[in-house]
């Protein structure tokens, strides 16, 4: 059996999804790697890990050849946040990386690619709430601009040289296992952290503030989903929509107030509530349901409580910090 390799393995959806494919594969058989050694050998320390920088094709080879690699997860990127700060490097990480990624399907005769997109993609002029699959996409930001971009060019390679590749537009994921870094989104995770670390948190974008999210086990296995899914039952090759669950970033104060009655938030907005307007408040995501039965387990309450668990017991060891 061929190797899974997974670039951008210490990130917040790598780090997690990393764990389920050792779990599904044996930990001998994906191999972790990211731009950053220590990262991914803190988070993730069993199983093999390199370094490599997905800009270089020829580590990514050297990867991907010296592993008998046949599937790719490419998870390497500048986020949303971060892109606006520096959109140069953002065009070049994330562009790059997936073309090379894309090369060495077709060299190396991939059996299968995976590469996230993002409700990033969308932008002004589309219907906001249940946002269709097909609609025309404008981008506000230089990380909206490589998803969409990128889409076109997974959509390209598969209709031009047959690569397998398959994609997800993921909404904000909310983890407990990585701190937040970078994402627009990432408010949601950053106030439980608040939350139990301060009891207090400063909100970045207005507390009526609707985005789509999804918390990160269902990210997991809707992404292992759409991998396990027949040829044929995939019918799009450039971003799936998958809903997970809508809130405001009030109503999300509120449940964790359930849980943590002394906490409080306060909404200070700043240049990211510009992007998070851009954006859909939900997706229609009845495409996922038909072609791989996608439906999520989640929703806010039970994925609240779980979030305050998980947090809370690493407060207590003293092992949650940001």
Request: charged share 25%; hydrophobic share 40%; aromatic share 8%.
């Given at each position: 059996m061929g190797k899974v390799l997974v670039t951008g393995a210490a990130g917040q959806i790598g780090s997690e999804l990393v764990v389920?494919?050792?779990?599904?594969?044996?930990?001998?058989?994906?191999?972790?790697?990211?731009?950053?050694?220590k990262a991914v050998e803190k988070v993730l320390p069993s199983g093999p890990n390199e370094q490599v920088d997905v800009t270089e094709i020829r580590k990514l080879r050297e990867a991907v050849s010296t592993w008998d690699v046949t599937t790719v997860y490419h998870l390497a990127a500048i986020l949303s946040a971060s892109g606006e700060k520096n959109p140069q490097l953002a065009w070049d990480v994330n562009m790059k990386g997936l073309q090379n990624v894309l090369e060495l399907a077709v060299e190396m005769s991939l059996e299968r690619?995976?590469?996230?997109?993002?409700?990033?993609?969308?932008?002004?002029?589309?219907?906001?709430?249940?946002?269709?699959?097909?609609?025309?996409l404008f981008p506000t930001t230089m990380y909206g601009i490589t998803k969409a971009t990128g889409e076109l060019l997974c959509n390209y390679y598969h209709q031009r040289y047959g690569v397998d590749v398959r994609s997800i537009r993921y909404p904000g994921i909310i983890s407990n296992k990585v701190a937040p870094h970078g994402g627009t989104t990432d408010y949601a995770?950053?106030?439980?952290?608040?939350?139990?670390?301060?009891r207090h948190y400063a909100c970045f974008v207005r507390s009526n503030t609707v985005l789509p999210m999804m918390y990160m086990e269902d990210a997991i296995r809707a992404t292992l989903m759409l991998m396990?899914?027949?040829?044929?039952?995939?019918?799009?090759?450039?971003?799936?929509?998958?809903?997970?669950?809508?809130?405001?970033?009030?109503?999300?104060?509120?449940?964790?107030?359930?849980?943590?009655?002394?906490?409080?938030?306060?909404?200070?907005?700043?240049?990211?509530?510009?992007?998070?307007?851009?954006?859909p408040e939900s997706v229609d995501d009845s495409r996922a349901r038909k072609d791989w039965g996608w439906k999520p387990k989640y929703d806010l309450t039970a994925m609240s409580k779980d979030m305050i668990s998980e947090l809370s017991d690493r407060a207590r060891r003293g092992t949650l910090v940001l």
């Amino acid at each position: 059996m061929g190797k899974v390799l997974v670039t951008g393995a210490a990130g917040q959806i790598g780090s997690e999804l990393v764990v389920a494919l050792r779990e599904k594969h044996g930990e001998e058989n994906v191999i972790a790697t990211d731009i950053l050694l220590k990262a991914v050998e803190k988070v993730l320390p069993s199983g093999p890990n390199e370094q490599v920088d997905v800009t270089e094709i020829r580590k990514l080879r050297e990867a991907v050849s010296t592993w008998d690699v046949t599937t790719v997860y490419h998870l390497a990127a500048i986020l949303s946040a971060s892109g606006e700060k520096n959109p140069q490097l953002a065009w070049d990480v994330n562009m790059k990386g997936l073309q090379n990624v894309l090369e060495l399907a077709v060299e190396m005769s991939l059996e299968r690619v995976y590469w996230p997109s993002s409700i990033a993609v969308f932008g002004p002029g589309i219907p906001r709430v249940k946002t269709p699959q097909d609609v025309p996409l404008f981008p506000t930001t230089m990380y909206g601009i490589t998803k969409a971009t990128g889409e076109l060019l997974c959509n390209y390679y598969h209709q031009r040289y047959g690569v397998d590749v398959r994609s997800i537009r993921y909404p904000g994921i909310i983890s407990n296992k990585v701190a937040p870094h970078g994402g627009t989104t990432d408010y949601a995770v950053d106030m439980f952290y608040q939350a139990i670390l301060k009891r207090h948190y400063a909100c970045f974008v207005r507390s009526n503030t609707v985005l789509p999210m999804m918390y990160m086990e269902d990210a997991i296995r809707a992404t292992l989903m759409l991998m396990d899914a027949s040829p044929k039952k995939v019918t799009y090759r450039m971003g799936y929509n998958v809903a997970g669950l809508s809130f405001s970033a009030g109503d999300l104060a509120k449940e964790i107030k359930k849980h943590i009655p002394g906490f409080s938030c306060e909404f200070v907005p700043d240049f990211r509530q510009k992007i998070a307007d851009s954006w859909p408040e939900s997706v229609d995501d009845s495409r996922a349901r038909k072609d791989w039965g996608w439906k999520p387990k989640y929703d806010l309450t039970a994925m609240s409580k779980d979030m305050i668990s998980e947090l809370s017991d690493r407060a207590r060891r003293g092992t949650l910090v940001l």
